[in-house]
């Protein structure tokens, strides 16, 4: 029997390689996730040297949600054309544009050729293929139920494409706005005032309090700004790496769940994308504690991710769903009952997906009030700007007629 080289990872993702017999590279990856370990990447003996983590080099950077879209409902439709999954993929690749994807999808064909499975192939691009993907596909593989797999991996993908874009357009006109009154506030420090304070030392003029405020102000960011742009820059760059280790992404995702007005839309975007996930790998037939571990790391907030996590925990020890559901208080009323009722049931699925629809309907109606919130805050911001130059500027100009006189 011959031997082949394989890397896998267990569950809490430490990397384990070995050599082992069997018939073909699909077998020992079937052997393998059945053992608990998620196969990487499987090889003959011979090419012991390639058996490597998951790829790391310009290949394994993220595509395009609409590519991998695309690539979904391709997929589905030419595996139910009875069209083989090599071929398949192979067919893709050179149609498509996206020349690094077309790589990716080259070399998953030449590794589906050597007898690696399909979701094997993907974990070795895991900024690619999420780990979700890859293992709805591996449980449709598994059940001769691609296509149906990359349907629904498809409906997924789309249902957060149109997530992004509601956040996105809700986000837009505030966004610009907050940009527009940074740059006006600069502007008026660092050219306007300055050019009034001109005119105002010529007449030699008592200024009011509120005038000489505003011109220490504008005076510190004149001969400061060198170092509130390095201090600027510096706490970007500080705080993106702060937010890319583990304690500073938990942080950050729990500060994120309290922010005013954005808070509860974060919240409601995380659980409706926790109970659609939760409906998707229930109706794929994955074991719903290797289910938990797939959402809480496509939940998207790490925070709600531990949480997950504490689920997953407590179903090993025997709890039910809807008792660890209820002890992480992530839950709204409502969604607990569809829970329970789903638990008793075993119509768990469809229950999840009608939770999901709840959450996405508030998403909606939050993200449409949106705007209406921010607005009257928004004005309040500008108001105060033009009572600041009022007092500050102008009414020292009303002023100047009679000092002119004297």
């Known amino acids: 029997m011959p031997k082949f080289a394989f890397s896998a990872k267990d569950s809490q993702g430490v990397l384990s390689t070995g050599v082992r017999e069997a018939s073909t590279a699909g077998e020992l990856a079937k ?9 990487l990447l499987v090889k003959p003996e011979a090419d012991a040297a390639k058996v490597l983590a998951p790829t790391t080099g310009k290949l394994n950077r993220k595509v395009k949600l609409d590519e ?3 690539f979904s409902h391709q997929m589905a439709s030419l595996t139910k054309a009875g069209i083989s999954v090599v071929r398949a993929i192979r067919g893709l690749s050179e149609s498509q544009k996206n020349e690094r994807f077309a790589e990716v999808l080259k070399d998953m064909a030449s590794q589906l050729e050597s007898g690696t499975d399909v979701a094997t192939s993907m974990r070795r691009y895991p900024k690619v293929f999420s780990e979700l993907f890859a293992s709805v596909i591996h449980v449709g593989e598994n059940t001769g139920r691609l296509d149906i797999a990359f349907r629904q991996i498809a409906g997924y993908l789309e249902t957060e494409r149109e997530t992004r874009r509601r956040v996105k357009a809700a986000t837009r006109y505030p966004s610009f706005v907050v940009v527009a009154m940074a740059g006006g506030v600069l502007v008026l420090n660092i050219f306007v005032i300055p050019a009034f304070a001109g005119v105002f030392a010529k007449f030699k003029a008592e200024l009011p309090w509120q005038t000489k405020a505003i011109m220490a102000v504008s005076d510190f960011f004149v001969n400061f700004w060198p170092m509130l742009l390095v201090i600027g820059v510096c706490s970007v760059f500080g705080m993106r790496h702060y937010v890319s280790t583990p304690a500073g992404r938990y942080n950050w995702d729990r500060v994120k769940l309290k922010l005013p007005l954005l808070g509860d839309i974060f919240n409601r975007i995380n659980l409706a994308r926790f109970c659609q996930t939760f409906a998707m790998v229930s109706k794929s037939g994955l ?3 290797q289910g938990l571990s797939v959402i809480s790391r496509a939940i998207g907030n790490e925070y709600q ?5 504490q689920m997953r925990e407590g179903i090993e020890r025997g709890s039910g769903v809807y008792q660890t559901a209820s002890e992480t208080k992530m839950f709204s009323p409502v969604v607990l009952q569809m829970i329970s009722v789903g638990e008793e049931t075993g ?3 469809e229950l999840m997906e009608q939770a999901a629809t709840f959450y996405e309907e508030e998403v909606d109606y939050d993200l449409k009030t949106l705007t209406e919130a921010i607005e009257p805050i928004l004005i309040i911001g500008i108001a105060g700007m033009v009572l600041v130059m009022a007092l500050g500027v102008f009414l020292p100009l009303w002023d100047l007629s009679s000092v002119a006189l004297k």
């Open 347 to 349: 119509n768990m699925d």
């Open 31 to 39: 052997e393998l996730a059945a053992t608990g370990l998620v196969p």
């Open 287 to 289: 074991p719903i504690t």
């Open 68 to 70: 991998l879209i695309i």
């Open 305 to 309: 991710a531990q949480k997950v996590a």
